[in-house]
C-alpha cells in the first residue's frame, strides 16, 4: 500500500522496524477480547517520509482487530 504523507504530500518509505531502546521486542498492538485465548495482537511497522522525517505507524494484519 502506498502512503503519503500528511505533512508535507510525498511518497513514504514502507517497512521500517520499530525498536524501543533496551527492548527487542518492539511495539505491539493488541486488544483484549471477551473468553478465554480471545487477544489478538500486530507488530508495529513504521513508514518514514524522506522529505521531512515524518513517522507514520500501521500493522500490516489490521483486519483481525476488526472481528
Known amino acids: 500500500m502506498k502512503r503519503i504523507c500528511n505533512q508535507c504530500q510525498t511518497e513514504m518509505i514502507n517497512d521500517c522496524k520499530v525498536n524501543v531502546e533496551y527492548d527487542l521486542s518492539g511495539i505491539t ?6 473468553g478465554l485465548f480471545k487477544n489478538v495482537s500486530a507488530k508495529t511497522k513504521a513508514a518514514v517520509c524522506p522529505n521531512c522525517g515524518n513517522v507514520a ?3 500490516d494484519d489490521y483486519q483481525i482487530f476488526n472481528k
Not at 29 to 34: D, G, T, Y
Open 29 to 34: 498492538i493488541s486488544q483484549k477480547r471477551k
Open 57 to 59: 505507524f500501521y500493522i
